[in-house]
């Protein structure tokens, strides 16, 4: 069993994610192996993209750096693969969103969908309407509320924006 320490800190973090991406090339190539090995051989394009079809978000972005094939194949923000990322059954209310006309590749709008509002860590009361990206409070005297996203940053410069009416 490794200690973590403050010191080691980065040390540790960059040894799973070096971990994690392993793992997730070596279940991709066993998935990948699994298709061809039933249904022949398939076009290594075609067959990929059937499978990142049902892969979540964060494991597409891992995905674009295993290889560069991969990396082309996912480098295209409006490709079949984000759309079916995106359109989701769980985005329903948040496809009818106003915000998300500014937005325009479905890459963009399946990454503020994992950005946005965590309905089930927020204070008692906030409450979050159905497209996920605004909250409400209810003020109540001498409390203070908070709320998480739906995804926690280690490292980089990320911003919100906060607009009170």
């Known amino acids: 069993m490794v200690t973590c320490t403050y010191d080691n800190l980065n040390m540790e973090i960059d040894r799973y994610e070096n971990w994690s991406s392993k793992c997730m090339r070596i279940k991709l190539n066993l998935m990948h192996n699994a298709v061809e090995e039933k249904y022949g051989s398939i076009p290594y394009q075609h067959s990929t993209e059937r499978i990142f079809i049902y892969t979540s978000f964060k494991d597409l972005i891992r995905c674009s750096m295993v290889c560069k ?7 295209d923000e409006d ?11 769980g985005t329903r209310h948040f496809r009818n969103s106003k915000h998300l006309s500014e937005l325009q ?16 860590d927020a204070s008692k009361n906030i409450y979050i309407k159905d497209d996920c990206l605004t909250l409400h409070r209810k003020p109540v005297a001498q409390s203070s ?16 924006v906060v607009i009170f009416q």
Do not use: V
């Open 69 to 75: 094939k991969w990396y082309s194949l996912l480098s």
């Open 79 to 89: 490709s079949i693969i984000w759309r079916a990322n995106f359109e989701d059954a």
């Open 105 to 120: 590749t479905f890459r963009s709008k399946a990454l503020a969908y994992e950005c946005a509002w965590n309905g089930q």
């Open 145 to 160: 509320d908070g709320i998480r996203g739906k995804t926690g940053f280690l490292r980089g410069q990320h911003y919100f």
